[in-house]
Nanobody, 128 residues
């Protein structure tokens, strides 16, 4: 019943842009902490950006700050990740997650409090 669905991944050349979407059903994303995570081949999952449930403050990973921007459209119950100036090292499966009381704590990793709802992931490949 509680679902997140990511979309927008694909193949893009270095320097290009993509916008990922994460749409919720069964709950209101506006009331949740949100995290975008990514997992590159052979590497651990890492936080990309976190939005705290309390005040909506954001924390970006240092590798993406200045290139990626997270935003919300509450009418669409969707969060977006605008990714610009993409690099090969951005190649990964990108996941969104939501936790009712999730917070960032100065880290781009959304903290699990009530239990994360995860999307299925969308693959971003940055290659020439």
């Amino acid at each position: 019943q509680l679902q997140l669905v990511e979309s927008g991944g694909g193949l893009v050349q270095p320097g290009g842009s993509l916008r990922l979407s994460c749409t919720a059903s069964g709950f209101n994303l506006a009331n949740y902490g949100i995290g975008w995570f990514r997992q590159a081949p052979g590497k651990e999952r890492e936080g990309v950006v976190c939005i705290s449930s309390s005040d909506g403050s954001t924390v970006y990973d240092r590798t993406v700050e200045g290139r990626f921007t997270v935003s919300r459209d509450n009418t669409e119950n969707t969060v977006y990740l605008q990714m610009n100036t993409l690099k090969a090292e951005d190649t990964a499966v990108y996941y969104c997650a939501a936790d009712r009381l999730g917070w960032c704590g100065g880290s781009p990793d959304l903290t699990t409090v009530m239990g994360k709802i995860w999307g299925q992931g969308t693959l971003v490949t940055v290659s020439s």
